[in-house]
């Protein structure tokens, strides 16, 4: 089956508004949230979650209007993402790669790869992506293709694989003999596509972001898809992607507070010196939850202002400068959010005695998820990148790290 086979298609989609989607969505994040820390303890998957997301159009919440989408601002999609975020981050970054996905289409020049995917897309098909691979240096690609007669055999193993067994179509990098990186579409079933659940980091334990084994799989000539940005061209669709990592830190620190305040109010005992009848009217819990709550809002605002940058420069007249204002607001709300988690998920056990590290409450994923969220792109880089801009008018790099 090639992508332009539409029978693969779930089922036409009314045209519905952002608000009628987030409207539906935000039904389910109650649901989502309340099982999130059994499910990470127990490695339970959220397809069921995910496809829930799926249906309720969430993964179209950015196709234009006049390819019958919703056609969501990059801030109505940003302030899910963080939502979304706060009842589960391994489901917000399992369907990040639909969203680069989309942003790519957004902003290509084919026509005609948008009329083929937009129908998928706005039926609930979901995408993930295998891109990254272990060991190799600076990013290169060993996962190779060779030509054979209208198509390509593809052979090789990624190991990120960010939320590919959660997807009906896999997006795949290989490079060619000539050294040329392609990128191509196949369907998660197709031949020779094995996916596996060997994520083994130490937090979003959940986002399927394993191994993808690669054996002699046929690629369609018309499977091929075409780049975000020429190389060495700035595209917003890596800098979305950057501020999508920057949505879920936000998330995570709304998690954490939530939990501050659910354990304070309910399980939570002064401590045998406190002067405090409860835990609500210690000074020192306050003060941690308060804390919490500040660097919540910080990460959150941050966030939202700098999608509101990248908005700007995605729109009519906009420019390269504008496109380079947007990469620098994104790379310091990173900054602000990453901080902004980490401490908030550090300072919730401070508003508890031993038992607020009780594994059947799994608090300890907040830090967890938020470190590994942070490791995708080290926060002192960002941090010098901007001072350099500050100091120098210097131009961030054009990578996807930007």
């Known amino acids: 089956m090639t992508i332009s086979d539409t029978t693969s298609i779930r089922r036409p989609r009314v045209a519905e508004t952002a608000d009628d989607i987030i409207d539906a969505a935000h039904a389910l ?12 303890r127990n490695r339970q998957l959220p397809y069921e979650q995910i496809r829930q997301l799926a249906d309720a159009g969430v993964g179209a919440l950015r196709v234009p209007a006049d390819h019958d989408g919703p056609g969501a601002t ?22 990040r790669p639909h969203f680069g996905m989309v942003e790519g289409i ?55 694989s960010t939320g590919c067994l959660f997807a009906d179509w896999l997006r795949i990098s290989a490079k060619g003999d000539d050294g040329e990186t392609r990128w191509f579409v196949v369907p998660r079933d197709r031949e020779g596509v094995e996916v596996i659940d060997d994520w083994d980091g130490s937090g979003q334990r959940l986002t399927a972001s394993g191994s993808t084994r690669l054996t002699d799989v046929w690629v369609d000539s018309d499977e091929i898809v075409e780049r975000n940005a020429p190389t060495g061209e700035r595209s917003h ?3 979305f992607q950057q501020l999508y990592l920057a949505a879920i830190e936000a998330g995570i620190a709304k998690n954490a507070l939530a939990d501050a305040e659910w354990f304070t109010v309910h399980r939570a005992r002064p401590i045998v010196h406190s002067t405090a009848d409860s835990a609500t009217s210690d000074p020192y819990v306050r003060h941690a939850v308060g804390e919490i709550a500040a660097r919540a809002y910080a990460a959150e605002s941050s966030v939202l202002r700098a999608a509101g940058t990248l908005d700007a420069a995605t729109g ?32 919730l056990f401070d508003v508890g005695g031993g038992s607020i590290t009780a594994r ?24 010098g990148v901007i001072g350099d801009h500050v100091l120098t008018g210097a131009e961030p790099p054009v990578s996807g790290l930007f």
């Open 360 to 383: 059947d409450l799994n608090y300890d994923r907040h830090w967890r998820n938020a470190r590994t969220v942070a490791n995708h792109n080290p926060r002192a880089h960002k941090a």
């Open 316 to 347: 009519p007249g906009a420019t390269g400068e504008h496109k380079v204002e947007a990469v620098v607001d994104v790379a310091k709300a990173q900054y602000v959010a990453i901080e902004s988690a980490l401490k908030a998920a550090e300072l």
């Open 74 to 95: 990059i801030v109505r999609t940003i302030e899910f993402v963080i939502a979304l975020s706060a009842a589960d981050s391994n489901v917000a970054q399992a369907i």
């Open 29 to 40: 994040l109650g649901g989502i949230g309340a099982g999130a820390a059994a499910r990470e």
């Open 106 to 160: 957004i902003s290509g020049t084919s026509h005609h790869e948008a009329s083929r995917w937009y129908p998928h897309i706005l039926s609930g098909d979901l995408f993930g992506i295998a891109h990254g691979e272990v060991g190799s240096a600076h990013a290169d690609i060993r996962t190779r293709y060779t030509v054979d007669g209208n198509g390509f055999r593809v052979t090789g193993e990624k190991y990120y």
């Open 237 to 239: 669709v890596l800098t």
